[in-house]
């Protein structure tokens, strides 16, 4: 038996153990460990611990509940190991099995770690094979491919244990209650709430000075209902001096930027169809972006700092331009 097996083997032994196991019938149910006690002790304990780093939660419990202090046993609790039933179909499992196939994260971590978490979820396996077997489908090359890295994988262990974390940033040590994880533009950015400023803040992952440290108990806190949907927009993704900039946009791309800031960023609809925005900015490159998309079709009214950093990119473009 090789390594491989007897992990898989260990692995059922003590999700299926109603009761804790001790060593000895662990040895026995198990199989594949060596005769001679001193090296069936050192595999196990190399097993053991391979185990808990893959994040498997191998427990040590007392065999009998009503003497704590007395003999203790291994299992893995399946409440702490399975994944709770999101209410999944077949066909949006199989969509999710799909993407994590389709896309690599750097790292080892990266694929292993979203397909482990897949295969955790209860029911799984049932439910992928009824969708045609897309749990087993890999796509090779990768439709895409995402940096990754530890303070990515990090940080999605704390946004999905709901638990605080601190890590240098810009020269000081911050202490954020991490809500969510979005990529945009080649950038990893981090939103959540800064105990430090008191207030939701976003982080540039590549600006992060050390590797994040989870600090607490997981389920410190809960995520604001706001913050349950999809990334913000990039001009929300910086740590720029917040400003709230007016925007005006002629009639034929009106709609298209109400679609894009959201119809509680309209201030006033002008009579030949153009529309005045306000929409608050921490990214000043991402709102200058999403202004030159439209051309000559919108204009920065405020406030004047905005439109004059605005009017002195464009001189610069253009002054290189000229040369």
Request: charged content about 25%.
């Amino acid at each position: 038996m090789d390594r491989l097996e007897r992990l898989i083997n260990l692995v059922a032994g003590l999700l299926d153990a109603e009761q804790p196991l001790t060593r000895e019938e662990i040895r026995v149910r198990v199989g594949g460990y060596a005769a001679d006690d001193d090296a069936f002790r050192r595999n196990f304990e190399r097993d053991k611990d391979l185990l808990r780093q893959m994040g498997i939660p191998v427990a040590l419990e007392p065999l009998d509940p009503r003497q704590p202090e007395g003999p203790a046993g291994y299992r893995i609790p399946r409440d702490r190991y399975e994944l709770a039933d999101p209410g999944l179909d077949p066909d949006e499992l199989a969509a999710l099995h799909l993407a994590a196939s389709a896309v690599d994260v750097e790292g080892a971590w990266g694929r292993n770690a979203s397909m482990r978490a897949l295969w955790k979820l209860a029911g799984a396996g049932e439910a992928a094979s009824g969708a045609g077997q897309v749990a087993a489908t890999r796509l090779d090359p990768s439709v895409a491919e995402l940096p990754g890295g530890q303070t990515v994988a990090a940080l999605f262990g704390a946004v999905a244990d709901h638990r605080a974390v601190q890590f240098g940033y810009r020269g000081r040590i911050r202490h954020v209650d991490p809500w969510r994880l979005s990529y945009r533009n080649g950038q990893w950015y981090l939103a959540g709430f800064d105990h430090d400023r008191q207030e939701s803040r976003t982080f540039r992952l590549d600006r992060i000075e050390s590797t994040p440290e989870a600090v607490g108990a997981p389920g410190a806190f809960e995520r604001p209902e706001a913050e349950r949907g999809g990334p913000p927009p990039p001009w929300l993704l910086g740590e720029d001096e917040p400003v709230e900039a007016t925007l005006v946009v002629d009639a034929s791309q009106g709609e298209w930027a109400v679609g894009a800031v959201g119809e509680d960023a309209v201030v006033e609809r002008r009579p030949d169809g153009a529309v005045v925005l306000s929409v608050p900015v921490t990214n000043r490159d991402a709102f200058r972006s999403f202004v030159l998309g439209f051309l000559d079709h919108a204009e920065v009214l405020g406030p004047p700092t905005l439109r004059a950093d605005l009017v002195r990119w464009l001189r610069a473009v253009a002054t290189a331009g000229a040369a």
